[in-house]
């Protein structure tokens, strides 16, 4: 802006009219002369800052003033202080920037103001284009990410690559901050651990020979002393980074923040334009002070705090002349930083409220009237640029003071409505990064944040169970520990008062963008940051696989909070103007916002597929349902793009919006940034990256609805008109037509709960790490205190050790438990958790809501269901410290309507997504995991629950069927035999972190260990589904026999390697994923087998009633697979025992117990809690199969070694005991066991004798409930045609030499299981009493005596009588008494 002397000339060209006080008396034309220049002289004094006195000045009027003014600013100035003066010592151009032509190695991304820089590859490294070679100098580093750096100073010799970066050359020296060491070819420590928002000074003294480095103003020391000087040695500024990481230089473009004395900046301030700013911002100031009183004739001076401008014309054309070389100024980031903002901080020094400080609103306007267009709009990014700046690299103080006073600045700028427009229009969303402005960081450092004087105290919370309870009573706590708790809750509120003031702001500011009333001057606020806002979102979702252009997990997370506190403001203000509307309470988003083209979802994902597909699918559908009428040209080109971009190979996901021929969208540099310039640089000694844009979708005309891009939408399409519906145009039939104060906050809900799904639940979860921490450290330091109390006495040097371990736990929790208090205040509050209680109940009722449009449902976003799931995973696991979840309001309810969306879509066929459904049928799975949960599930309609059972119960193929089995196991579990840990027993000695999860899924860890809750309600729905739909019953059970044949058959080939490998002289390790790989199958059959049990424990007949179909064929093969793993599992030194014996890490849940347990109650299951009919037929398939041994019964049976090993085996010292059913059950459950495998032996024997009286019989005959087909499967053919003639051909049977082996196994088995008469002799009486047909075989009778003897008489006398029996009955007794393995029959 220009002027050619007079006031009017400069003046003419703007209406001058500000927004004052029109009740103030106002004069109207230019004072008297006199009094004009006595106010000029006033305002515009000489340098020294007094006004001359009257007498010795000239008369000063307007058409002299530029004269004067120049020359006042001419006073001091230096011919020296131009741009390029020469400066001793340092050699390179003005301005000084990274050296993006030649001085960098590997790839980075580089600012546009080539300050910002982003490392790319494992360890980059670029210079600075300044290098300095005599006296002292000094640059910043801002830190945007506190990951691996080296940052420090380099010689132009210095050679780089990959691997070695400043600091690891004779030449160079590096601060690490990260690993907080200083770095020349050698390491050792040094200074402190640097965080984000931190800044690190790097000074150089060259006269001195000495490098050293501050970080946020306080010295480190002296890092390097008699560093290389000289002739031809001279030091660049450099950074070596690594992937991702980022930071942002600088060397003087910007006051320094934290100067040092003595050290001058790389780049050398514009002192001139600073004196000029100086000057003219002090006469800017003398005019605010000043009042013309024209009554009385003279000019009065007025306090600071009452300064305001007066709308007189001789005030305006004063400040006219002023901002003609103001103005130019203005537009210097280091100007703008140092002298303008400087100046409105000063403002609002006095305290109170912004609204009670009207000057700052007053200057805008005069800045908007008195400067040219691109002065203003570069003035107020610069000024946004470096409070930006300045909020995010302050550091934190106990009151906060900084972050309050940059905040209540910005607060005063935005309330401006032009200043705020121009802002959301050009600057906040696309050259700031501004949800900067609502975060809060976590300091690193907590004593130089002040915590340990607001929280002098520190007290560590116990842990707390998933379902937010404290594991400890409040009874166990001493009077200490209480006193302790209550000082430590004292300072945690008194901390988090202070943050809700710096949160308070935040949302001022939000609902200053959320205005919707400022339509005074063009578009309202909402809506220019409604369009922003989307493209926000899809910046960072179409970014997802480009880690560099990604919002921070950390900023989103707080900007979420702010955002949703603002919005649900203003919607409660909205409704409350308009009753009968939605309150922020019942807020959801319409489902007609996913179909009718108004709320664009980019590339998201949908639950039926594709967006293309589903308009062509559903376009019938669309028309009837919701009035909507797909264009045919429409469909064919969203075919065509779709083809298109399936013929693509090797693309980059493109963002939409980008034309065929336009140019590469700019990149935000999310983690770049100090600098808040775009990214646009990619450096790469390689190659060069290219990124393509993708072609949008063509825009149609439609004949119901328009498809406009978000640029392109105005305040109707939003809100909509008398003949428009807006956002909610197409609503179906099923949808109600209650009204909705303001449809643009529907949009901004729609993307909060985008904006969650896409990296805030992450971060929710990665905050819990310092909690986990504090339960670590707190059971170290107990575990510690408990070995000094037994430690004696006289070993002096353990206790010292001891004690020195304790000071270190001790130091160690008071830092965690004050950096935990800042962030339950600052992430798990209360508030915070509502606010996630909030997102969850919009989201199923957004889901319900969808739910009843039937078809349409498929076009609801994935990310509503995700966000549904994610948002009750972090209630439940992340805020237990803020309170328990039945706190919350109506929780209950909400958590049945969870299950009932849980229960109900895990299966529907409207959703096509792979992932999404097994996300589903993970939160299902985790969901009957914990009581209150499990009991939502049990509170949904009954129609719901039998549906969910019947999807569960669907055959395992083609399908996640680990998943629904898991299910399944939770169901039964603590019903089952054994099964009623929370771990496994073999680990209980164990710490849980030392103990290996079990490996279904990852994200089932954590309920793996929850106490078992069985729900005996969805067991009878189970029960009654297997029972009446006989042929979903038989091929559900042959699928899960399938699974199971499969997942133990992989596990048994995968201990073969294992085992191979280990014993590999050359290889002493085995791959972790392949001990991963072997668990998973391991855990997969356990819990197979542990469905069969409920399902043999519930539906016993599915198995035993052969009249139904493929009964028997299942029994079969349950027998088959059940003397498979016994086998397997039960034999002596075999290779599940040596592998289980490695006790590998990963392999810690392979044992013995888990499994076989599962098998054992099967077993008892089949042959003790049955009826007699079913037990015969059980017991039958089972001693028929031919894979049955009788060794492993008496495995589970016995503790002691087998008799038959052979000596070498036995003379081997035995590792562990191996599983026992006496050691894990009741004995008489274990006799009864026992003695129903020897009586049926019995029965077999005889059943045999009654063939032999009665001759031949037909093979497909049953008798005495004994299936033909597994008897003698044949060898009673040709039967003897006399009664009482034996039978040579059975007696020569294959099965009739092994029942004479095994009834020997077990008559020895029950011998030394139950070593004492008393015990073998009831278990003879128990089966007398059960009506077993024991006592009608007299000669089994007699060997069940013998058996129970111990008396070596009476077993040789009735020796003697069974071999004479056998004359009577059948050859088999004279077998089975002369067989050499009947030890305990022959001893004598």
Known sequence: MTSKGAGGTASSRRNYRLGLDTDKAKSSGIVNEKLLSDYLHHVFRSGDGAPAPALLRKPLTFQGLNTHLENLLSEGESVDDGPEREVEGRLGPQPVVLDHTGGFEGLLFVDDDLLGVIGHSNFSSIRATTCVYKGKWAYEVLISSQGLMQIGWCTLYCRFNQEEGVGDTPDSYAYDGNRVRKWNVVTTNYGKSWAAGDIVSCLIDLDDASVAFCLNGQSLGTAFSDIKTGPGVAYF????????????????????????????????????????????????????????????????????????????????????????????????????????????????????????????????????????DYEINECLKQLMMSLLRAYRFSPIIPDLGFQIHYLRLTTAILRHEKSRKYLLGNVLFDV????????????????????????????????????????????????????????????????????????????????????????????????????????????????????????????????LHRLITAVRACWDEASKKSPGSLASDEAYVPPQLFYNGKVDYFDLQRLGGLLSHLKKTLKDDLASQANIVMDPAEIQAASMDDLDEDEESGGAQRPAGAGPGSAPAARPGWLSSPTLGRANRFLSTAAVSLMTPRRPLGQPEKLKVRTLAVEQRTEDDIEGSHSNDGLLLGRPAQESDRPVADKSLLEITDGIVMMYNLSVHQQLGKMVVVADDVHEYAAALKDTDEKIARCPARRADILDELHKSRKVFAEKLNHLSRRLAWINATIYSKEKMLDVYWLLRVCIVTVEHADRTGSLFAFTPEFYLNVAMYAYNALKNYFGPAGGMEQLPGYQETLAQLAAILAKHFADPRIVGTDIKDALMQALASYVCYPQSLRAVERIPEEQRVAMMRNLLAPYEQRPWAQTNWILVRLWRGCGFGYRYTRLPHLLKTKPEDANLPSLQRDLSIASFQKPCPSLLLQRHMALLLSTEKEMGASFLNSVLNQLNWAFSEFIGMIQEIQQAAERPERNFVDTRQLKVCATCFDLSVSLLRVLEMTVTLVPEIFLDWSRPSAELLLRRLAQLLNQVLNRATAEKNLFDRVVNLRLPGLESVDHYPILVAVTGILVRLLVDGDRHGTCRAACVLLSDPCFQ????????????????????????????????????????????????????????????????????????????????????????????????????LLRAPHLCRLQALLAQILQGLHQSAPDEQQRLFLLQSHHHRGGRLHQDPCLVLLTHACCSQSVASAASVALVCLFLCCVFSHAIKLFITDRTCTFLTRK
Not at 455 to 464: A, D, E
Not at 494 to 499: G, H, N
């Open 237 to 372: 500024p450099a950074i070596s980074l690594s992937f991702k990481e980022s930071v942002a230089f600088n060397f003087g473009s910007r006051p320094l923040r934290y100067p040092s004395e003595g050290y001058l900046p790389l780049q050398d301030p514009p002192a001139a334009d600073l004196l000029k700013a100086h000057k003219l911002l002090g006469f800017v100031k003398n005019v605010l002070s000043s009042r013309i009183h024209v009554q009385e004739d003279r000019v009065v001076e007025t306090e600071r705090s009452v300064w305001r401008l007066d709308g007189q014309p001789t005030v305006l054309i004063t400040l006219a002349h002023i901002f003609n070389h103001f103005a130019p100024l203005m537009c210097k980031v280091y100007l703008v930083e140092d002298v303008l903002m400087n100046f409105l901080l000063g403002i609002l020094e006095g305290g109170g409220s912004v609204d009670e400080h009207p000057l700052i609103q007053q200057l805008l306007d005069l800045f908007w009237l008195l400067m040219e």
């Open 432 to 559: 700031l990064r501004s949800v900067v402005f609502f975060y809060i960081k976590t300091p690193l450092r907590v004593k130089e944040a002040g915590l340990e004087e607001l929280i002098p105290t520190t007290w560590w919370p116990t842990h707390s169970d998933k379902e937010g309870k404290d594991e400890r009573e409040p009874k166990d706590e001493s009077s200490d520990e209480r006193l302790r708790r209550r000082a430590y809750e004292r300072g945690c509120q008194r901390l988090k008062k202070r943050i809700e003031v710096v949160e308070e702001l935040q949302v001022q500011i939000l609902r200053l963008l959320l205005n919707n009333k400022d339509k005074s001057t063009g578009e309202a606020s909402r809506y220019i940051f409604l369009n922003k806002f989307r493209k926000f979102l899809q910046e960072n979702a179409s970014n997802r696989g480009h880690p560099t252009a990604l919002c921070p997990p950390e900023y989103m997370l707080c900007f």
């Open 1190 to 1289: 009788l060794h492993s019964i008496r495995h589970l049976l016995s503790d002691e070694p087998s008799a038959t090993v052979s000596s070498t085996a036995a003379a081997a010292p035995t590792e562990r005991k191996h599983f026992s059913l006496n050691a894990c059950e009741r004995s008489a459950r274990r006799h009864r066991f026992v003695s129903v495998l020897f009586v049926f032996l019995g029965r077999f024997c005889f059943h045999r004798q009654r063939l032999h009286q009665r001759g031949r019989e037909d093979e497909g005959g049953e008798h005495a409930g004994l299936p033909q087909q597994g008897i003698a499967a044949g060898s009673h053919q040709r039967a003897a045609d006399e009664r009482g003639r034996p039978l040579p051909h």
